[in-house]
């Protein structure tokens, strides 16, 4: 069997997201025909079908499936690779912090404090995304170490826990609930969250769970929010606890973050069976860096000695 070539994977990880030849050519900027070619010559110099084509739908195989799966990360590898060397050999190195803006549980000053007292220390710069892209950025070269909150994709990276803290509903100040003390998620029913899930479940699963869908956010209400029906789409924190006021939607936000927006028109209310946030540091398995080493020992160092004041109750 010959080796792979990027190009033939890229080609493939295109037709096997869009499931569409004309919608992966497009995407590619390269005519159909060809694209059609290069796939069927793949599938020849593997031996194998990767995708089952019809006339009306293109669908993946058993053996295209672990393709896309690995040539996915081969393709982040190269990235990595590419952006790795080219930082190694700038004249002007820095650590690339990746952190979701205001979900670093109040640690950030403090960490980069200590960072700079360490001989190892390069000029940080923040990579700045929103929620659940910092795992990828790790992964693909654009970030170094990064702060984030778990659970997230943790393929091919380390990390170290650093604080939690509780995770507070925010409602609408003229809320029904919010003349109450302590909730549970049973009162949160038909109200929800700026992913589009009821907030009665929970903070969703997955790397998203304790905020919203990155370049996603709201679409939201339920049965608690105007006759308008949908909330229009959120960029920010600001945004998104702006839709709170108004009660198109509810929000689950760690104590940290609780403190950075208080707003007279939102009430801030424990949920006793809403599981606490866990902010954690991370780094890529391979990093050989004494920065990132850096880095993560002034994170752990200053989460050791920073206690989290107590839980806020905002009215």
Same mark, same amino acid.
């Given at each position: 069997?010959?080796?792979?070539?990027?190009?033939?994977?890229?080609?493939?990880?295109?037709?096997?997201?869009?499931?569409?030849?004309?919608?992966?050519?497009? +995407?590619?900027?390269?005519?159909?025909?060809?694209?059609?070619?290069?796939?069927?010559?793949?599938?020849?110099?593997?031996?194998?079908?990767?995708?089952?084509?019809?006339?009306?739908?293109?669908?993946?195989?058993?053996?295209?499936?672990?393709?896309?799966?690995?040539?996915?990360?081969?393709?982040?590898?190269?990235?990595?690779?590419?952006?790795?060397?080219?930082?190694?050999?700038?004249?002007?190195?820095?650590? +690339?912090?990746?952190?979701?803006?205001?979900?670093?549980?109040?640690?950030?000053?403090?960490?980069?404090?200590?960072?700079?007292?360490?001989?190892?220390?390069?000029?940080?710069?923040?990579?700045?995304?929103?929620?659940?892209?910092?795992?990828?950025?790790?992964?693909?070269?654009?970030?170094?170490?990064?702060?984030?909150?778990?659970?997230?994709?943790?393929?091919?990276?380390?990390?170290?826990?650093?604080?939690?803290?509780?995770?507070?509903?925010?409602?609408?100040?003229?809320?029904?609930?919010?003349?109450?003390?302590?909730?549970?998620?049973?009162?949160?029913?038909?109200?929800?969250?700026?992913?589009?899930?009821?907030?009665?479940?929970?903070?969703?699963?997955?790397?998203?769970?304790?905020?919203?869908?990155?370049?996603?956010?709201?679409?939201?209400?339920?049965?608690?929010?105007?006759?308008?029906?949908?909330?229009?789409?959120?960029?920010?924190?600001?945004?998104?606890?702006?839709?709170?006021?108004?009660?198109?939607?509810?929000?689950?936000?760690?104590?940290?973050?609780?403190?950075?927006?208080?707003?007279?028109?939102?009430?801030?209310?424990?949920?006793?069976?809403?599981?606490?946030?866990?902010?954690?540091?991370?780094?890529?398995?391979?990093?050989?860096?004494?920065?990132?080493?850096?880095?993560?020992?002034?994170?752990?160092?200053?989460?050791?000695?920073?206690?989290?004041?107590?839980?806020?109750?905002?009215?």
């Amino acid at each position: 069997m010959n080796d792979l070539e990027v190009r033939q994977l890229r080609y493939f990880v295109a037709v096997a997201e869009e499931l569409h030849f004309g919608r992966a050519a497009g +995407r590619l900027g390269m005519a159909q025909p060809p694209l059609s070619r290069a796939i069927r010559d793949l599938e020849r110099q593997l031996g194998v079908t990767l995708l089952e084509r019809t006339t009306r739908q293109v669908r993946l195989t058993a053996a295209g499936q672990v393709l896309l799966r690995d040539a996915r990360t081969a393709l982040e590898a190269v990235t990595a690779a590419a952006r790795r060397t080219w930082e190694a050999g700038s004249p002007s190195r820095r650590l +690339r912090v990746a952190l979701k803006a205001d979900v670093d549980g109040g640690l950030l000053p403090q960490i980069l404090d200590a960072y700079y007292a360490d001989d190892a220390a390069l000029p940080p710069e923040l990579v700045l995304g929103g929620f659940g892209e910092q795992p990828q950025a790790l992964r693909d070269g654009r970030a170094d170490v990064g702060l984030l909150l778990c659970p997230f994709d943790d393929r091919g990276l380390d990390s170290e826990p650093l604080r939690t803290e509780p995770v507070l509903v925010a409602l609408a100040a003229a809320d029904p609930l919010a003349a109450r003390t302590r909730l549970c998620l049973t009162d949160l029913a038909g109200r929800r969250l700026p992913g589009g899930s009821p907030a009665s479940h929970g903070r969703p699963a997955g790397p998203h769970r304790a905020g919203p869908a990155p370049d996603r956010q709201p679409d939201l209400p339920g049965e608690h929010t105007p006759a308008s029906g949908m909330a229009p789409p959120a960029s920010n924190l600001a945004e998104i606890f702006s839709l709170v006021e108004t009660g198109s939607v509810v929000f689950f936000a760690p104590a940290s973050v609780v403190r950075r927006y208080p707003r007279s028109g939102i009430a801030y209310r424990p949920v006793s069976d809403l599981p606490d946030a866990t902010l954690a540091v991370a780094w890529p398995q391979d990093a050989r860096s004494p920065a990132v080493a850096a880095f993560v020992r002034a994170a752990c160092t200053v989460a050791a000695t920073v206690h989290p004041r107590a839980e806020p109750m905002l009215i």
